[in-house]
């Protein structure tokens, strides 16, 4: 008589471990649960370091998609990669780290790059993440338009980019550069054609370690309960989040900018009327780098499309990080600062030094 072989998955062991856990997110509406906050870190660990199969992260993105990441897997995902990720520090200095889409702007021109050059301009110190283009947007990036206007480090290691930042006040985290473990995810993000938890997490992730405070934009007002309720577990205390353009930190002319601060455990709603303060229009749709690029230049000096929007949430953002005790007070700072050409006078100092250390 002739024994059949014994039935085996053929998954290696830690395989099998990201099967159970994947199990928890994707048995359906009445049998899953939620992943506790070091399950839900040991899950993401796995998928960095390549442990499970393509066919697992799908599985996982997708499931965890369908059913919206809890607070406590939010937060194990971010010690996840803040445990994997780069690590910057600007001691003595507290860092403002903007959290925005990775798969950046299709639709209304940036502002974000602008502001963060005036920021640090005016002596804040600015951390800012992403890379290359991703699926599913496929819109244009930090990086793309820093670059665009002379600031080019995508080929700078962790050592200068943190130089950078404690010297001259500004950073970009560029992932595929410092961060190449978060890239394994993107092909399989492409071929599930949605965004998947990793996106949500992306708007709360930042390298800086040390004092600072989070920005975080958002589109759907429960991703800001979700982010708020993580960032408590998590031990964040000092947090802004903002119903951005496009889910950004940009604030936007048409409407009504709405943020929230929460700090030190007590949150506060602020809602800016930018028409209340003679900022009001459309806002400047999004063409290409070569146009954007131009705008840019025009509006750190003042003039051009971008100009109001530039204006605006610099100003605004002076005040919101508490470089300036109003928010005249803010739009009046910002207005010197564009027009007595400090900020395009610093750019021109910090892409000399990125020249020098390429």
Known sequence: MTLAPERGSGLNPAQLRFRDLLGKVGSGEHTSSGLSEAEAEEAMNSMLQGLATNAQLGAFLIAHRIRRPEPQELCGMLRSYRSQGPVLRSPGKKALCFGVPYDGRNRSAPILPLVAVGLAAAGETVVLTGGNPMPVKWGVTNAELLAAIGLEWRHLSLQKVELLLQQKGLALCYQPMLFPAAEKLIPVRDEIGKRPPVASLELLYTPHQGEHLLISGYVHPPTETRAIAAMQLAGETDLITVKGLEGSTDLPLSRACITAHYRQGELK??????????????????????????????????????????????????????????????????????????????????????????
């Open 269 to 358: 709603r602020t809602i800016l009327h930018p028409r209340d303060h003679g900022f009001n229009g459309p806002e400047i749709a999004w063409q290409n780098l070569e146009n954007w690029a131009n705008q840019a230049i025009a509006a750190l000096g003042g003039t051009g499309d971008l100009a109001a929007s530039l204006h605006w949430n610099l100003g605004s953002w002076l005040w919101l990080v508490g470089s300036n005790k109003t928010l005249k007070g803010g739009l009046d700072q910002a207005k010197d600062l564009i027009k007595s050409g400090k900020i395009l006078r610093w750019l021109a100092e910090l892409e000399q030094t990125i020249k020098e250390l390429n």
